[in-house]
């Protein structure tokens, strides 16, 4: 369970308009935070590249973003803002990040995080991902380890069940009236696609993946 009330956000590809708001939570988030210029050459270099932000409203309060890297999804960064941490963000972005790595054809996720990252493991963990390796000293400023963690095939059966039955909970638990219809409809729904053309188990109400 969350531990305050969850908050009902959009998720919409981020626009370089949007970085002095991403590079705020990005200071309060890392203790080596990407300067804003790297957020620039993502945006508007780097062809492989996603990034999204979740909005409350007009307020930015959390971005991520991946890399497509032939079948690979590569999570490149992801951050809520500090007061709107365990509401939810975290879930509604992970999920539209793994809509879009699964529409441009990857066949599995996969990051690094801090071994110490009790709150991002979690959340990794409860959407698929698992772990799979080390990279020893990998993070310089205190040379702490970097776990691998990446999911099953984001097309296999449980990944689609897991990934339909987190996002029914996700809109019951924001009271969106979607959540009705998409409980009663999930066994229908598995192994599906949905008529854009994008995984069965996403929300309808967010961007198309694939369109950053
Ligand atoms: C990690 C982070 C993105 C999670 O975002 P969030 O919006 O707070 O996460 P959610 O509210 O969507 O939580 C989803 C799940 O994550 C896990 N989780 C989130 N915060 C947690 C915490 N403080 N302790 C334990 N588990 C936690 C839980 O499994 C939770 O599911 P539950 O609600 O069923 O318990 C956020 O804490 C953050 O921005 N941290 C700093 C930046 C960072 O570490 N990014 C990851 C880099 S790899």
Do not use: C
């Amino acid at each position: 369970m969350v531990a305050r009330p969850p908050v009902r956000v959009t998720v919409e590809p981020m626009r370089v308009e949007d970085i002095p708001a991403v590079h705020e939570i990005e200071r309060a988030s890392f203790t080596a935070p990407w300067p804003s210029y790297a957020f620039r050459q993502e945006l508007e270099g780097n062809r492989l590249a996603r990034y999204l932000v979740a909005r409350d409203g007009e307020r930015i309060v959390g971005y991520a973003g991946l890399w497509q890297m032939v079948d690979e999804a590569h999570v490149t960064t992801f951050a809520v803002a500090p007061e709107y941490r365990q509401q939810g963000v975290g879930q509604h972005m992970l999920l539209e990040l793994l809509r879009i790595a699964e529409t441009v054809g990857a066949s599995v996720a996969t990051l690094e995080v801090r071994v110490s990252n009790m709150p991002a493991r979690r959340l990794y963990e409860k959407y698929g991902f698992r772990p799979v390796g080390v990279r020893p000293r990998y993070y310089t400023d205190n040379n702490e380890d970097a776990l691998i963690m990446t999911t099953a095939e984001l097309r296999s059966r449980d990944m689609r069940v897991r990934l339909q039955r987190l996002a029914a909970d996700l809109r019951a638990r924001t009271g969106d009236p979607a959540s009705d219809a998409a409980d009663g409809g999930d066994e229908m729904l598995i192994g599906g696609v949905d008529a854009a053309g994008g995984p069965a188990w996403a929300d309808d109400d967010r961007m198309a993946g694939g369109g950053a």
